[in-house]
Structures are given as structure tokens and as C-alpha cells.
């Protein structure tokens, strides 16, 4: 029996897509002939929701994943291993750029791992030029009025400039 992993899932809440994500993304590819670009609806996220919608995020990832063969980007509601049994992935691709981020990610593979063993985590240290970036941070410099465009695509940058005039 052949056990290869053909379909990877990169979750997130993806509020907004920065490059960096995208960079897990490539990466995943190069990796898996199929990515499934998870993004969580997140509804509570740090208490106060996300900035923008769920419909919003999935189209601000399609546009920024555009013409990236093998990558197909759905929202997801609920366990993550739920939505992985259901489209198929056999591993969950995550990025991490500091140890904070190793020991929130151990927690939910763990988690993970006792909900369905069968789903592998995979785990890819961040390219160093976007190790300091989160959409936490690009939120916070866009809310001030700040240029983001170094840190996320031209469809996200024009997004969030119009969310917050």
C-alpha cells in the first residue's frame, strides 16, 4: 500500500494573506502536487473577530494565489481534521518563524494527532526575510495608515487601504 502524501492543507485565518503566508504556500507545493489553502472562519479570533469577512479572505488568497498550479484555496468551518478527512489531505503544512510560534503549533499538531492520527503535521521554518512578518502586524501598520505594500500582494494592500480610510 502506497502511503505517500499527494495533498497538503496550509490553514489559517489568513486576515489579511501576507507574503509570507504565500511563501508557506510555495513551499508546500514544492513539497505536495496539491495544496489545499485552508482558511478558518475564525469567528472569535482574539476576542474580536477578524478584519475582514470570510468571503473577503478566501477572495483577497485566490487573487494573491492566482496562476499558482496545484493550489486551490476553501473555507473551512470547524476541526481542521474534519476538513481534511473531507477534501482528502493527508498533512497540514504550517510555517513558523519564531519559537513561540513551535510551541503554539506542537499544541494544536498534538491535538491534532489525538482528534486523527492519520494526518501528519509538517512544519516549515519561515524564509528569514519574512520571519518578522504576521497579519497581526500589517493590520496594525495598515490601521495607522501605514504603506504595506512590501508585506502583502497589491489586491491585499488596496484592501486594506480601503478598509481603513
Partial sequence: MDSSITHVLVPGTFDPITYGHLDVVRRARRLCP??????????GKNGVGTT??????VALAREALEG???V???????????????VGA??????LRAMTDFEYELQQA??????????????VMSSPEFGYLSSSAVRQIASCGGDVELF??????????ERFK
Fill in 68 to 70: 499558482l498550479d496545484g
Fill in 34 to 43: 496539491r495544496v489545499t489553502v485552508a482558511v478558518a472562519a475564525s469567528l
Fill in 52 to 57: 475582514f469577512s470570510l468571503d473577503e479572505r
Fill in 152 to 161: 502583502v500582494p497589491a489586491c491585499v494592500a488596496q484592501a486594506l487601504k
Fill in 90 to 95: 493527508g498533512a497540514v503544512v504550517k510555517g
Fill in 110 to 123: 498534538d491535538l491534532n494527532y489525538r482528534l486523527d492520527a492519520s494526518l501528519e503535521s509538517i512544519f
Fill in 72 to 86: 486551490e484555496v476553501l473555507p473551512f468551518t470547524g476541526l481542521l481534521v474534519d476538513f481534511a478527512r473531507e
